[in-house]
């Protein structure tokens, strides 16, 4: 089915080809639009349903990673002369707040080459969230915080072999550091879940302090080792109608797919981005021509960096509709595609390469035009979920499979 809608959006049979080789200078020149992403693979505890880059936290292995990541932002950096306007700055993992005390240092080497105008964001670990940590990531210029709460049920926390946090310490540390965004991470359509679980969990959230939550439906990865048995569609697309219809009706505004906020200011994404410059082991680089994917093995990163070179893995050089589709598909993740923004970013209208799908997509009701504006209905941001999970599990799930084992890949052809 991928390769099918692949074949026919991208108007061409040609397969996405990710090649184990790599510019030496990376053309974000004039990428406008451009954000910034920094890995940090480490977590105290390993979560066998997580399909992310990352190892078990020691600290001196952290230091010397961290040491490696800023050589890598120098490395890209200094490839320009004057320093670069970029939207925002985003720390994932892993647990990035587990390297709180280092992250004002990778911010000032960030800040030695990027101006970074939208705000800083990082994520956290429950157990991360006291007074203490906070203060250190807030003077470090932190502003968006998002914390991997994925339920506050007890039940639903053991079903994810995750264990209980100390709720009122999360509140209380809360209350005391105050951050622009505040977003906690919950994981739904777990077995047995039920609409009040989830109802409740978004209700406790906002009430604790978060202005944003994300709310993403269980992805059965195969290169994860986990047993959770995912729940069936039918009942995944109720709860997912559920949960947007009751956000919708008490207010809460949906700013993508999965994500809703209670203050029309709070956000935290990294992923809709025109383009983006990855740092750090598994970062991903999105550029106008091409799409690039640094090495998930530590060891060979730094191999890399003590060599001056760059840490990519794989480079995919996007022909135009791939590219266009690429964009298209995570732009549309916002739930909002404008065919003015499209143009200028491709020189060429979005009607004219796309409007026999477009005319079919407001036919099934999937979206609705406003002024130059495609807004996803309900039953399209069901099926771009859906879709989203055949493409997770299509790409994503294979790639990073291979890439676990794999430090440099010969080739992934998708
Ligand atoms: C890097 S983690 C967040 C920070 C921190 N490491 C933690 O776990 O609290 C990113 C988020 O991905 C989501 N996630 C991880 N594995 C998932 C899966 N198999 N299905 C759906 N969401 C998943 C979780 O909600 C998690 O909070
Ligand atoms: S969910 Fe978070 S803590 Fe658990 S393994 Fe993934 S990144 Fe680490």
């Not at 025109?274 to 598994?282: A, E, K, M, Q």
């Amino acid at each position: 089915m991928t390769t099918l809608t692949r074949a026919w959006l991208t108007r061409s049979f040609q397969p996405f080809t990710f090649k184990n080789e790599y510019d030496t200078k990376l053309a974000f020149a004039e990428c406008k639009g451009l954000g910034l992403y920094v890995h940090i693979p480490f977590c105290r505890q390993l979560c066998s349903f997580c399909p992310y880059c990352k190892e078990l936290y020691n600290a001196k292995v952290c230091d010397e990673y961290i040491d490696h990541l800023i050589q890598e932002i120098h490395i890209v950096g200094s490839q320009l002369t004057e320093k670069k306007h970029v939207t925002s700055l985003y720390f994932g993992g892993g647990t990035p707040a587990l390297a709180a005390g280092r992250i004002g240092e990778i911010v000032s080497a960030i800040q030695e080459h990027f101006i970074i105008t939208e705000g800083i964001g990082l994520e956290l670990h429950p157990d991360n969230v006291n007074g203490e940590t906070l203060t250190i990531l807030r003077s470090a210029g932190v502003s968006k915080i998002s914390i991997g709460i994925q339920s506050f049920g007890d039940k639903y926390l053991s079903i994810l072999g995750r264990k209980n946090f100390n709720l009122a310490q999360i509140s209380a540390a809360l209350k005391k550091v105050p951050f622009e965004t505040v977003s906690m991470d919950f994981i739904f359509a777990l077995p047995g879940q039920t609409f009040e679980d989830l109802k409740a969990d978004i209700e406790t959230a906002f009430s604790i302090g978060a202005n944003h939550i994300a709310i993403y439906p269980f992805i059965d990865f195969t290169l994860t080792n986990s047993t959770i048995k995912p729940m069936g569609k039918q009942e995944k697309r109720k709860q997912l109608d559920d949960i947007t219809l009751y956000c919708q009706t008490i207010g809460y505004v949906r700013d993508s797919i999965w994500t809703f906020s209670n203050t029309p200011s709070a956000k935290y994404s990294s992923m809709t981005r025109d383009n983006f410059l990855g740092f750090g082991c598994s970062a991903t680089t999105l550029l106008h021509d091409q799409f690039k994917i640094n090495t998930f093995s530590v060891t060979e990163y730094q191999k890399r960096i003590d060599n001056n070179t760059l840490p990519t893995s794989l480079t995919l050089h996007f022909t135009k509709c791939q590219r266009m589709i690429y964009y298209l598909f995570w732009t549309a993740y916002s739930t909002k595609v404008n065919s003015q923004e499209f143009e200028d970013f491709f020189g060429v209208p979005l009607k004219k390469i796309y409007g026999f799908e477009l005319w079919i997509a407001k036919k099934l009701g999937f979206v609705i035009e406003e002024r130059g504006t495609y807004r996803m209905t309900l039953k399209g941001a069901f099926y771009y979920h859906y879709y989203e999970n055949y493409y997770t599990l299509a790409y994503i799930d294979k790639m990073w499979g291979i890439m676990r084992h794999e430090a440099f890949p010969r080739e992934i052809i998708m």
